[in-house]
């Protein structure tokens, strides 16, 4: 196969990739549009397949519009900015389709309309950003697309205001510096409150004084904390956050820590939430499991619900919020177990022997170890809920071998210009 070439790009798939085909060949080209001619060059050739980048658009899309970042297509982060936003969600809706119509093989399922996101920039309250060196500086920013190399960011046009304050707070200071020990860094924030959090990574040892020095001087940090050889910290590491009403109850005040999983996009979460107390279906006689529950995103809604909620997660701090926020939120309903999904189902099989409704939020690598466990707890509905797709078909494959039915899919715009969502699927126990 020659170094460069032209190919026609038929389709988007999984990965926020253009696919078009040469002499028989599948080829992927990212930052591409359908319809588009373009001139790409070689960086991996497979037996099926070739991995291109984009050199020239000799025939452009209809669909391609400006992008609205100078970055886009030399930072990693995004992969959809090309394309006006009602395009991306039917996009990613097609693509959604191919993955789990083509990687599920039993049953039939409904895949439903996307939900936008209420907001498609300025919406990400959690940015994870890498310390690389540029001309003898350390520059503050994301990796390069599949590389390791890092791009300087200024200002990102998907993080909320207060995460771009605190990230210019932080270029500033590192800008003062020809040597820093800082490898990577985790801003979150709470719009509620105005503040924010910072972690850093840092594989040599710091000073105390050093958090100190950079959270009073750059507005709107709250807390800091040093992850690496050593932890220590400064000022306070929770956040706040106050819920809207939620499908006739009561608002939610919640708190979690800074180091624990919390949704990147507070609005469309509301959404998740709704969806997903509205496909449990409760009526206040109903026990309820939610496995990789946090600091209770879902466990809390639910148990407004339910006659009682288990919640499960392997970290303690998420664990301890959790609590806290049943505590705060008047829900004594709510029992949270700090440990594996595995050994937390365990425990509930001691106490009882089935529950009506399972609610799992797993990471990406999935819930493979957990599904034969959970299927032993007799639940007629459980809501599966996922960013990562291939691995989201994969388990939903073992829990229909396991007797259960998909009976319907809805994608959540989570993530705008960029290739990733947010997925439910709902399955019953077969027969019902």
Known sequence: MKKTFTV???KMVYGGRGMGRVNGKVVFVPFTA???KVQVEVVRERKDYIEAVLKNIERNSPLRVKPFCDLFGKCG???????PYPEQLKLKEETLQDTLHRLIREGTFEVLTIIPSPHDRRYRIRAQLKVGMSAGRAVLGFYAWRTHRVVEVQE????????NGILEGLRNWLGE???VPIKGVEIQVSPDEGKGVVSLRIEASCHPKMLEEIGQRISGVKGMIVKGKQKISWGEWTLFYDWPELLGKKRLHIQTSGESFFQVNPYQNWNLMRKVVEWAGLTGQERVLDLFCGSGNLTLPLAQRAWKVWGID?????????AENARKNNLPNCQFIAASAEEGIKLVLREIDSVDVVVLDPPRSGARGTLDLLASLRPPKILYVSCEQPTLARDLTRLIALGYNVKRIQPLDMFPQTYHIEVIGELTRGGM
Do not use: F
């Open 177 to 179: 510096r020809s040597k």
């Open 34 to 36: 359908p319809g588009e």
């Open 8 to 10: 026609e790009i038929e």
């Open 314 to 322: 392997q970290d303690p701090q998420a664990i301890e919020h959790a």
């Open 156 to 163: 990102c046009p998907l993080l909320h205001p207060l995460v």
């Open 77 to 83: 982060g995004c992969q959809y900015q090309h394309l």
